[in-house]
Every structure is written in C-alpha cells, then in structure tokens.
C-alpha cells in the first residue's frame, strides 16, 4: 500500500503546504527524461539549476499538470456533446506570475519541455507578456517610462484579445516580439501561435486583477503559477543578474543599457541597488506580491533557486 502524503495543513489557509521532500514524494515513479545538456540552454544565464531541483520540483508538478489537463479535455467533451457541437480543442492555459529576477522564465522553459513530451508529444507554445507593452515611444509619450513593468505600462486590451482569440480556437493568431536588447517591441515582427494543445504564459501581470475592468487575464487562465521568494534574496539575484549583463549584453552596441557597460564593479551595484527600490522593488510590493495567494500553486524558493515549500490550493 503507497504511503499517504501528508501535508502541512492550516484550518483557515486555502493551501496545502509540502515541504521540499514531502513534495519531492509526489513524483512517484515518474521517468525523468531530461538531461543535463537538455537542461543547459533553459536556465537563464545568471542561474544554476540542477537535474536534482527538475526531478524533486518540477516532475511532480507536471505530472499534477497532467492531471489537470486530462480532466479539462474530459470536460470539454461532455460539454461539446451537451451542445451538439464540434469545437476546435481549446488550449490549456497555464500561468507563470512573480517578480523580476525570480525566475519565472527558467520555470517556464522546463515546465515546457516537460509537458512536450508527456505522456505523449504535445504542441506546448511559450509566450511571455512582454510582448505587450507599450512600445518605449508611448511609454514616453505618457509619461510613464519608470512605470516599465508596472500595470499601466502593458497593452492589457490587446492581450485579453489574444486570450480571447486563443479560447476560441482561432488560428494564426499574432503576438508583438519584444527586444531585451533594445528594451522594446521589435516593429512589425510577430510570433504566430497556431492552435496549441498548451500555452504558457509568462509574466509580471498575470494575475493581477483591476476595479476598472470586467476581464482579467486570469479568467483566461486554467492553472496558475506563483514563483516566490524573499525580496532581500530577489534584490540580490537583480544585482547579480546587473553585474552579469554589464559584461556581456549591455556591451553590445544596440542595447538600450550599454551607457552601463562601462561602470565600475561599485557604481553598477549601486546603480542595480538603486533600480530595484525605486522600479522594480516597488512594483512587487505594490501589484505583484498582492496577487501571490490567487495563485493555484506558489514554490517558494530559498538559496540558490531552489524551492524550499509547494504551496497547492486545495
């Protein structure tokens, strides 16, 4: 007889709390089929993530995902019979939420790879929200260019029609690409998302909600993701992350930030330090963190990126 895994209950939490090795259990017998050369070019660069964190983290939460995928195509079956109709399948839509630097990107990459390929192959399409903001000219034009990230600063309009159009099983439907580089939307550059069974949508805004609207981008969302951690730790990866593309990216002659490629070790910390309390420290205090308990699960992650506690919505 399996064993019975007993989370951390709490009577008046909407959440089941495992510890890293009670969830790590969950895994079952579950293959892992990821290798470290897959692995590699899925981690962001200022990461080090192991095939040890994929196994105890992530396998049991895509075999969950399974679960939860499978029900909604049972679901979506009974409801076309009761209808009389064929529809197009409907894609899953599964969120990824949380602050900068905390590695909401990495978790989307390997959440991918994994549901690609399990149980079978599946079309898993990848979109961050990046791709709609405002361009640098309209964010200049409102006044609002230190606002980058923050609610105002995204096209919300024309992503809940994305949404929408994906919902409805609408083919060829277009995304704007945005440019890390040159720190805006690339013109006239479109991602084409064609009906897949999964989209993952990755972002700062995912779950926030607003009084000025009817519509949120999580009625649209079936599972969501809430990447968590300290501040203090998330500070320190931001500066980390800084320091990193002061030697690499922010050298190349298109980007947006190569004025500080050429700062000291000192003046670059201070600069990053800086960044975070007045942009993006704010933004998670003020519209991300709010939003963390509407999450259906939340990893809360400690040292080194690895996750410490899984918190599941009951």
């Known amino acids: ?45 200022n990461e080090e993530l192991s095939l040890d964190e994929v196994s105890t983290i992530y396998l049991p939460l895509v075999r969950l995902l399974n679960y939860y995928i499978e029900e909604n195509i049972r679901r979506q079956t009974v409801l076309n019979r009761f209808l009389g109709v064929q529809a197009p399948n409907v894609p899953y839509i599964i969120s990824i939420a949380g602050s900068v630097a905390g590695g909401k990107s990495t ?7 994994l549901l690609s390929h399990w149980p079978e192959e599946r079309k898993v399409d990848l979109i961050t929200t990046d791709g709609f903001l405002y361009p640098l000219d309209i964010l200049k034009e409102k006044h609002i260019l230190d606002k980058k990230g923050f609610p105002i600063s995204y096209d919300t309009p024309k992503l809940l029609q994305f949404l929408a159009d994906l919902k409805s099983g609408k083919h060829n439907i277009t995304v704007p690409i945005y440019s890390h580089i040159t720190y805006d939307i690339i013109p006239d550059q479109f991602m084409t998302i064609e009906q897949p069974d999964i989209l993952i949508l990755e972002g700062l805004n995912v779950l926030q909600i607003s009084t000025k609207a009817e519509t949120f981008v ?24 800084f320091l990193k593309l002061r030697q690499s990216a922010f050298n190349n002659p ?47 992650k400690g040292a080194d990126h690895a996750v410490e506690l899984v918190k599941l919505r009951k």
């Open 107 to 113: 978790s989307a990459r390997i959440i991918q790879s």
């Open 1 to 45: 007889m399996t064993d019975v895994i007993s989370p951390i209950t709490e009577s008046l939490s909407p959440f089941l709390t495992f510890q890293r090795e009670q969830w790590a259990e969950l895994r079952k017998a579950v293959p892992l089929k990821l290798t470290e050369q897959d692995l590699k070019p899925l981690l962001a660069f």
């Open 218 to 241: 999580s009625d649209f969302v079936d599972f969501s993701i809430y990447v968590d951690a300290e501040e203090e730790r998330l500070k320190e990866w931001y500066i980390h992350r």
């Open 254 to 300: 298109d980007s947006y930030f190569k004025h500080y490629a050429n700062l000291s070790e000192q003046e670059a910390i201070q600069t990053a330090s800086n960044i975070w309390d007045n942009i993006n420290g704010l933004n998670l205090r003020e519209n991300i963190l709010p939003t963390r308990e509407r999450a259906n699960l939340i990893l809360k």
